[in-house]
């Protein structure tokens, strides 16, 4: 299992430059990707195209951007474009969002969410093998092909969880990217769907990117109100609900590593076990972002595969 830290985008990681010095830091401390959601801030594809040029190594990721306000010739441009600004090393995580941001914040139809994503996902995947598209669906109707010359290629994760959408990215995409997803889940829902998904399709083993927040500290309990209110927005979005319902958890809270070394350590060795490839952490704001970054640094070689 490869370790990764997912951008805060708060402080200084909200301006172009503290996000490129977090990206070329987080390289240097050895870890494997860098990956930054597409929130109403900075654009993902574009500042990981501008970290691509100032880096060398880490792979760079997004996690996610919608794709309702793209069209997919436009995200394939975009991500290609990316992958060249990086020599390779960018990974495009794409996801639906969630209906009252669509809806209420963009204006848009979230109507037959797994018809979009099915269909997006056969737009957007040969022209990212640079192959020609032509499309005859119901949302989109494509007839092109792009040509970016030093596009070789970029892996397609999407940020699936219920029955339908882990079936489509297991037949059609490379893999899937969570959150508020626990150990639990992943083992028993996610994981095991998607795989065998891909199975049926001919397509080789899913990449699973699991992310989950993370904060070193002496005791989960002393700061249990401030995890719940900082992350109670999550268990109100009906896709994540899901996944804590699964996990039996009350609260979101309730899945997040914090904890002692011992304990974090424990939690990150269990992800490996049940078949994480990818850990996107991210460091929550309790306790010293700095120490748990250190700490993630110390388990790199203990669970690499």
Known sequence: MK?????????????????IAQAKRVEQMGFDSFWMANMFGLDAIMSLALIGRETKTIKLGTAVVPTYPRHPLTMAQEAATAQAASNGRFILGIGLSHKPVIEGMLGLSFDKPARHMREYLKVVMPL???????????????????????NKGVPVVVAALGDLMLNIAGTLADGTITWMTGPKTLESHIIPKISKA????????????????????????????????????????????????????????????????????????????????????????????????????????????
């Open 3 to 19: 370790i990764g830290i997912n951008s805060a985008g708060i402080g200084a990681e909200a301006t172009v430059d503290g996000l």
């Open 128 to 150: 990212l093998a640079n192959e020609k598209v032509q499309s005859s669906g119901e949302l989109y109707r494509v007839n092109a092909q792009m040509t970016v010359a030093e």
């Open 198 to 305: 891909a199975k049926a399709a001919g397509r080789p083993a899913p990449r699973i990117v699991a992310g989950m927040p993370f904060a070193l500290l002496p005791d989960k309990e002393a700061v249990r109100d401030r995890l719940d209110r900082g992350l109670k927005m999550y268990g109100t979005l009906p896709s994540y609900r899901a996944m804590l319902d699964i996990e039996g958890a009350k609260s979101p809270a309730d899945i997040a590593c914090v904890g002692t070394e011992k304990e974090i350590s424990a939690s990150i060795r269990r992800l490996r076990d049940i078949g994480v490839t990818d850990l996107n952490c991210t460091l929550l704001g309790v306790g010293d972002r700095d120490l748990t970054l250190q700490f993630l640094q110390s388990e790199l070689k203990a669970v690499a595969a």
